[in-house]
Each structure stands twice: as C-alpha cells, then as structure tokens.
C-alpha cells in the first residue's frame, strides 16, 4: 500500500512569505504528526493531530500551525517565515493507539523548506 | 527533553554485528521503546519496538534489560546499507488513553558500517 506522501518536497521561499506544506497519511491511520528537523536541533515535535483535532504540541511559536481533514490528511503552515525556519519538515502517521494497537510511525521522505 | 541517551557515534565492520545500546532510566510501565534509523535526507524508517520482552523481525533484534532501564539493538550481519542514524524513543502505546504524549528524539547514534 502507499506510503506517507509529502508534498512539495522541496521549496525555496523568502523571509516574511508563508508556506504551506500537506501530507497524505497511509490509508486508514487517523494520527497524523509533524517534525522539524535541522542540523543544529535534530528531530523536533512541532504538533499531533487526530480526529481533526490538534492533541499536543511542541514548544515552537504561534507561526506554526496546522490542521486535519476529515480524510485524515493534514496541512502545516509557516507564517512570517525567518532563515531559521530552513529545515527537513516531516510527518509521520500511524494508528489510533486507542484502538489497541502499538502505535510505530511512519514517516514520508519531508519537504524541504529554504527560506533565503 | 529525550527520553533516551544514546552513544553519538559507533563504527561497525560489514559483516559482523552491531550492538547499539541506549538508555532510558526513567520509562514508565505503559511505555514501549521504538527504534528508528534515518538514512540520509531521508524520513525515519520504523525498525523494531518492545516493552518488556526481547523482539526479534527480520531487520533486527532488540534486548530489553529486566529492570527496562535499558535496550540493545541489535543488526546481526551489518551490511553498507546500514549504514545511518539510529534513534531509540520510549512513547506510550495501546489501549486507550486520554492524552497524546509527545514523541521525542534525541540526537540518536549515528552508525558508520565500515568495509
């Protein structure tokens, strides 16, 4: 079956722009999650959403923000872009681990986002 | 912070084993480690999870200590292709619950399979 799908995968942008980046989850997971990943900071949590409906949060500033459809398909969004938000943006998706299940995640291959 | 902390680096002859430990001192009982690698520029790729008894699939074997404190994983016949940056996370998993834990990584080990 098809895997997590990112899209675009690379962008260049300019500071002050916006970009809005979109992932497709495995048919059937619920969960979908976003990670920033830089050299200097590694794998960052940025935020959980399932149900359309964000679960939790990582400590990165109100620029950021996403949301779920009711497909499970998600969208993240960078407003006011700064250099530093340069970086490998990632989802991963996975089961509800209500459902009993054990909860691995699947990651696509990213987006990345150069901000100039 | 992580969870976890792992060596920053190892090296490992093609062909033999690689033993990557990684602590996690202060995991729950509800809480799984979950291996991950991530060749580069590419996504993390799941590997391997357990909670309390050692996990065995066609991949890798993870050996979990008695006390949970900590975990090896293992690659029984390292190959070129492994080699990569490997993340050991502890998240909770199964049943239900009310809150969503975050997942968090930490710098991981990266593993250099040398010929």
């Known amino acids: 079956k098809a895997g997590v799908t990112q899209t675009p995968r690379y962008l260049i942008k300019t500071r002050g722009q916006q970009v809005t980046l979109s992932c497709s989850p495995i048919s059937g997971h619920r969960s979908v999650s976003w990670y920033q990943q830089t050299p200097g900071q590694g794998l960052q949590f940025l935020f959980e959403y399932f149900s359309e409906t964000q679960r939790n949060k990582g400590n990165f500033p109100g620029r950021f923000s996403g949301r779920q459809f009711s497909n499970s398909r998600s969208e993240m969004n960078v407003s006011t872009l700064e250099l530093g938000d340069s970086a490998l943006y990632l989802c991963?998706?996975?089961?509800?681990?209500?459902?009993?299940?054990?909860?691995?995640?699947?990651f696509g291959e990213g987006s990345r986002l150069t901000v100039l | 912070d992580a969870k976890t902390t792992q060596p920053p680096s190892m090296d490992c002859a093609e062909g033999r084993a690689a033993n990557l430990p990684c602590n996690h001192s202060?995991?729950?009982?509800?809480?799984?480690v979950y291996w991950y690698r991530q060749i580069h520029s590419q996504g993390p790729q799941y590997i391997i999870h357990?909670?309390?008894n050692n996990e065995t699939n066609e991949m890798a074997s993870l050996i979990i200590t008695e006390d949970r404190k900590s975990s090896t994983l293992i690659l029984p016949h390292a190959t070129l292709r492994d080699t990569a940056v490997y993340y050991c996370?502890?998240?909770?998993?199964?049943?239900?619950?009310?809150?969503?834990?975050?997942?968090?990584f930490g710098p991981g080990t990266s593993l250099s399979v040398i010929p």
């Open positions: 996370i502890v998240r909770v998993a199964g049943g239900l619950r009310t809150s969503y834990d975050k997942v968090i």
């Open positions: 202060t995991i729950s009982g509800n809480e799984y």
């Open positions: 991963a998706s996975s089961f509800h681990p209500g459902q009993g299940v054990t909860g691995e995640l699947f």
């Open positions: 357990g909670l309390k």
